[in-house]
T-cell receptor
Framework: GENVEQHPSTLSVQEGDSAVIKCTYS??????FPWYKQELGKGPQLIID?????GEKKDQRIAVTLNKTAKHFSLHITETQPEDSAVYFC???????????FGKGTMLLVSP | EAQVTQNPRYLITVTGKKLTVTCSQN?????MSWYRQDPGLGLRQIYY???????DKGDVPEGYKVSRKEKRNFPLILESPSPNQTSLYFC??????????????FGAGSRLTVL
């Protein structure tokens, strides 16, 4: 089955810095790559996603890049703010399947 | 408000005492799923359902049962809980078609402790 590796497991940055979280996947048939943010005491919530026919997608301060050849995708957060502090999960889904395989998560801490 | 509702949010129980965690969604989603979240292990899928009366095992189904008798409800049943089932559980749902297909909406979580 699909295997998703996520790094780093924790990331500490100063407010205003950029943060990058990287994921790799194993199954070349995967074609959908979402990112979820989990705030303390809440369930994960989708923040951005990308499909395999696109190399990059942006939404204000967040962006996701996808390299299908290398089978990796990354989340980029610019101008980080304390409210960006949360656990972030990447995931991958194979074409024709409904289930997502999640990475193990990255705890992002943004210090004021 | 579109949401996934889980109950109970917190539960402490003892080994072997059957329990059910309920999950209900009000978005008419076909797909529903249960995950458990453990430190260092991320989100692991327990069971999922693509429609009424259709359920399938995820990655860690041992010790759990589910049912999907109605579209909106997807209860998680622990027939004989054991301490290794102490975890944070999430229910999630999504459409299977359309522009938001496969975008999961998660519940707020149910923290279960088995003594």
């Amino acid at each position: 089955g699909e295997n998703v590796e996520q790094h780093p497991s924790t990331l500490s940055v100063q407010e205003g810095d950029s943060a990058v979280i990287k994921c790799t996947y194993s199954d070349s048939a995967s074609n959908y790559f979402p990112w979820y943010k989990q705030e303390l005491g809440k369930g994960p919530q989708l923040i951005i996603d990308i499909r395999s026919n696109v190399g990059e997608k942006k939404d204000q301060r967040i962006a996701v890049t996808l390299n299908k050849t290398a089978k990796h995708f990354s989340l980029h957060i610019t101008e980080t703010q304390p409210e960006d502090s949360a656990v972030y999960f990447c995931a991958a889904r194979k074409s024709g399947y409904s289930t997502l395989t999640f990475g193990k998560g990255t705890m992002l801490l943004v210090s004021p | 408000e579109a949401q996934v509702t889980q109950n109970p949010r917190y539960l402490i129980t003892v080994t072997g005492k059957k329990l059910t965690v309920t999950c209900s969604q009000n978005m008419n989603h076909e797909y529903m799923s249960w995950y458990r979240q453990d430190p260092g292990l991320g989100l692991r899928q327990i069971y999922y359902s693509m429609n009424v009366e259709v359920t399938d095992k995820g990655d860690v189904p041992e010790g759990y049962k589910v049912s999907r008798k109605e579209k909106r409800n997807f209860p998680l049943i622990l027939e004989s809980p054991s301490p290794n089932q102490t975890s944070l559980y999430f229910c999630a749902s999504s459409d299977l078609r359309g522009p938001v297909a496969n975008v999961l909406t998660f519940g707020a979580g149910s923290r279960l402790t088995v003594l």
